[in-house]
């Protein structure tokens, strides 16, 4: 992260997305120390999520994953087979795990301030945060696939 904001490293951002996950999913995530190359096949389909920091530190934080993650998601979320699950089901939990990081991220930033309702999309690029200084972004593996954290301010 850069020294302006040094309120959060990337170390707690890896451990908040490892205890979200594994609160949900009963696995670890692992972060990838030699970033995968963006264009993998399980980069096609990518749902994301954002939820916006508003206070006394301005921020936000984007997750995005394949539609094979968002689905396994879920599916623990609802306890639902993946088949049975809707499109706005795997939204709302992709939008609750988003939620849940960015809590967590909220929880390590000077306060007081609030978390805004987290918006998902299924076009990953959609919901960057134009004009704003990436602090730290790391990408984490589980075994539905990778998950990309970024936090954002400035």
């Keep these: ?33 030699v970033p995968e190359q963006p264009g993998s096949p399980e980069d096609a389909g990518r749902t994301s999520g954002r ?30 087979p993946q088949e049975q699950l809707t499109d706005e089901e795997v939204r ?19 306060g007081p301030s609030t978390l805004s309702l987290p918006a998902v999309s299924d076009d990953a690029g959609a919901l960057g945060a134009p004009g704003r200084e990436v602090l730290g972004a790391v990408r984490l593996r589980g075994s539905a696939g990778a998950l990309d954290v970024a936090v954002w301010g400035g």
């Design 1 to 33: 992260m850069t020294s302006e904001a040094q309120v959060v490293t990337v170390e707690q951002v890896v451990a908040v997305a490892e205890e979200v996950w594994s609160s949900l999913l009963g696995e670890p995530l692992v972060p990838l120390l």
């Design 51 to 80: 939820v916006l920091i508003r206070g006394a530190w301005e921020g936000g934080v984007v997750l995005a994953g394949s539609a094979r993650l968002a689905r396994t998601v879920a599916a623990a979320m609802f306890d639902l």
């Design 92 to 110: 709302d939990a992709f939008g609750e795990l988003t939620n849940m990081v960015g809590g967590g991220i909220k929880s390590l930033v000077p």
